[in-house]
């Protein structure tokens, strides 16, 4: 076999009970198999048409299935390498609840720009009270002051899109190469946004080269209410003074009567999403 060939194809563990072939560099006392995986020649995995196939499987088993079902699904299929990425709202915070019981030992994390609300970050030690659960969080390289300092003042407002990728993407992205997730977990809703319409419960996210899971896509608003009061989840209360979506503080503003929940998201601006949800790829999907 050629060099060439040895790149393209790694034997490696897998995951217990995986039904997509994702390669795993740790050996598991579990399962003694091993499988090999199509990779891009750098070890980055990719949706080859078998993954495309098990997906679209996996989301005819999971169709009508509950939150909770889809993800035990994903534990028993991804963990320990499924990772849940948040920002403590609603919707996320009802997904914590549930993994706390599904899989508490799942890898958290949220990506701290330096422009969180004090809110949103209190919020995370109250989940840590009641659950026993650390969301790790993913810092840029710089601080929010040498970051102005190097553009000669905020970014948020001028470039809000170069703002984003600075300190949500390439640290997301430097986090994922360390942690090594197989697929993570979102807590995004398919009436939010055009595009978060176009998910699928399990999908390829070819931005990130991993299998997403979004287990509350077919939830509305009215019900992760229902659920948020009916179990006493924590959530932050900016929430309650008029902010049903909740960013950064710079591009986050209380909504007014009759406005779209994300109408105070970059306010003023054509960008609704920070990037990390977004279109790129439409036959990868990319979300």
């Not at 080859?48 to 088993?61: F, G, K, M, T, W």
């Not at 209410?225 to 209380?254: E, K, Q």
Request: glycine residues 8%; hydrophobic residues 35%.
């Amino acid at each position: 076999m050629s060099n060439s060939d040895r790149n393209r194809f790694c034997c490696l563990h897998f995951i217990p009970h995986s039904e997509f072939g994702i390669p795993h560099f740790l050996v598991n006392p579990y399962d003694n198999d091993k499988v090999c995986v199509e990779t891009d020649g750098g070890g980055t995995m990719t949706e080859s048409p078998q993954v495309a196939a098990e997906i679209a499987e996996a989301n005819r088993e999971l169709a009508g299935a509950s939150p909770q079902e889809i993800l035990r699904w994903a534990a028993k299929r991804f963990h320990p390498r499924l990772l849940m990425a948040t920002a403590f709202g609603a919707e996320g915070c009802c997904v914590i609840h549930m993994l706390a019981d599904i899989e508490p030992g799942t890898m958290f994390i949220n990506l701290e720009t330096g422009y969180q609300f004090p809110e949103t970050l209190e919020l995370r030690e109250r989940i840590k009270d009641r659950y026993g659960i650390t969301v790790e969080y993913i810092t840029p390289e710089q601080t929010v002051e040498r970051y102005e300092a190097e553009h000669g003042g905020p970014l948020h407002n001028l470039r809000p899109d170069q703002c984003c990728h600075d300190r949500k993407i390439l640290p997301l992205r430097r986090a994922l190469k360390r942690l090594d997730p197989a697929a993570w977990i979102s807590a995004i809703r398919k009436d939010q946004t055009a595009d978060r319409g176009q998910a699928g419960v399990i999908q390829w996210d070819a931005k990130f080269n991993l299998v997403k899971v979004n287990p509350l896509l077919n939830w509305t608003k009215k019900e992760v209410w229902a659920f948020i009061l009916d179990n006493d989840v924590p959530y932050n209360p900016m929430h309650d003074r008029g902010f049903p979506s909740i960013g950064c503080w710079p591009c986050t503003r209380s909504v007014n009567a009759g406005e779209d929940d994300r109408a105070g998201r970059w306010a003023g601006k054509v960008k609704k999403e920070c990037g990390l949800h977004v279109i790129e790829q439409q036959d990868g999907e990319g979300i």
